[in-house]
């Protein structure tokens, strides 16, 4: 049966399609070690999925209102003001089936066809499959090789009068990298020059280390009037299950985004709301020791990754990546088989090496491999000695 010509543009997520194919290698028996998480591996916090139990008991499984509960979008606007000091009415705020259908409804509640959407590269797949969805035009801003954030000037070069939005990603995926107060500053200048609207993707806000601290653009003077804010419980709280996400915006974007979900999914699960509020009010010392876990292997995997020849990648300080720069490796070949490619490269890790990771292609960079640390230090170890020796066999 023919698809309508809508569907035939979109390509399946790199980074779900990996993961999958890790995990049927694993269920044949194959000893697979996966670097290709976009989830935290530690275990939904007790205190959540209590509140997920008692919400069943209590009959909590009942249609919400589409935009979420009251109580949750409470605790949202309280997180909002307590951590950003921006506050929101419940009316600028909508809760969806994870933060990536925020951004969908964001982005198609915003998005006319040909509008030109700034997309910075390295870019998180799904940005840009959702732009082509809403029929934007999608341009690419490219990074300083060195840094892998994209400079003031070359989002200068970009501005056409069909420009409208820009997609931000800090913490990045797939880099780790947090923009400086001061970047944050000359773009949101730069946004209210252009008259342009921002969505701030802040997923990975509290997945951070090194002291670095994430700003959200929004709360520059007269940016939260610019700023679509997206975040969720999926990574900050290891709840990438429960699919909750939330958008904070100006009011008459988030109605928009409303009348979206009112005909398409209608309200996120109800007991996932519940989960969701115990989450946003709960003491931060559940992420804290998930962080500091993260942060040991961050610096392992940094430590071996660096002992790589030629291998390159900016610090990550945020989310749970390394995004590593491979492409003194193309050209070269593994037991005679050709590496022309990132992914024709995790192809044969996966193999040879039996290593699943991402290639740098689907984030829109060749050469590059994304390498999630959201694993045991056990299989870190274990995986990355696997890939010195698979490299060390590169001719
Ligand atoms: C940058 C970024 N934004 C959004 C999401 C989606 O999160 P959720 O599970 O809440 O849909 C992800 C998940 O991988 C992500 O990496």
Not at 237 to 262: C, H, K, N
Not at 313 to 323: L, Q
């Amino acid at each position: 049966m023919q698809t309508a010509e809508r569907v035939k543009k979109i390509e399946p997520s790199a980074t779900l399609s990996i993961s999958a194919r890790a995990t049927a290698l694993k269920k044949e028996g194959k000893d697979v070690i996966s670097f290709s998480a976009g989830e935290p591996d530690f275990d939904t916090p007790l205190v959540i999925k209590e509140e997920a139990k008692r919400a069943i008991d209590e009959g909590f499984t009942k249609y919400t209102p589409t935009s979420g509960t009251a109580e949750l979008k409470e605790a949202i606007s309280k997180k909002l003001e307590r951590e950003n000091g921006l506050f929101y009415l419940p009316q600028e705020i909508i809760v969806s089936c994870g933060a990536k259908h925020s951004l969908f409804n964001a982005i198609l509640s915003l998005c006319n066809p040909g509008d030109e959407v700034l997309l910075p590269k390295p870019y998180w797949v799904t940005y840009l499959e959702q732009i082509k969805l809403a029929e934007g035009k999608p341009i690419f801003l490219e990074p300083s090789p060195s840094t892998l954030t994209v400079k003031i000037e070359e989002i200068k070069k970009a501005l056409t009068p069909r420009t409208r939005l820009l997609i931000l990603n800090n913490p990045s995926n797939p880099t780790g990298v947090v923009w400086e107060e001061e970047e944050l500053k000359e773009l949101a200048d730069l946004v209210k020059e252009r008259d342009l609207i921002i969505i701030s993707d802040e997923i990975y806000e509290h997945l951070v280390y090194d002291g670095a601290q994430v700003k959200s653009i929004a709360t520059f003077p007269g940016m939260k009037e610019r700023t679509i804010v997206i975040n969720g419980v999926s990574k900050t709280f290891s709840m990438t299950g429960w699919r909750i996400g939330y958008a904070a915006g100006p009011r008459e974007v988030i109605e928009a985004m409303g009348r979206l979900q009112d005909h398409s999914t209608s309200n996120p699960t109800s007991i996932s709301q519940r989960a969701a509020e115990k989450a946003l009010t709960s003491d931060p010392v559940l992420v804290k020791e998930m962080v500091e876990k993260f942060n040991e292997r961050r610096k392992l995997m940094m430590q071996y990754l660096s002992e790589i020849p030629s291998v390159t990648f900016p610090t990550p300080r945020g989310a749970f990546y390394i995004f590593a720069n491979f492409s003194s490796y193309l050209g070269k070949n593994y037991k005679g088989k050709p590496i022309n490619d990132s992914l024709q490269l995790t192809e044969l890790l996966l193999e040879e090496a039996q290593i699943a990771c991402v290639p740098g292609i689907a984030f829109g960079m060749e050469g590059y491999l994304r390498f999630s640390y959201a694993t045991s230090e056990k299989n870190i170890e274990k995986g990355m000695e696997r890939l010195k020796n698979f490299v060390s066999q590169t001719i």
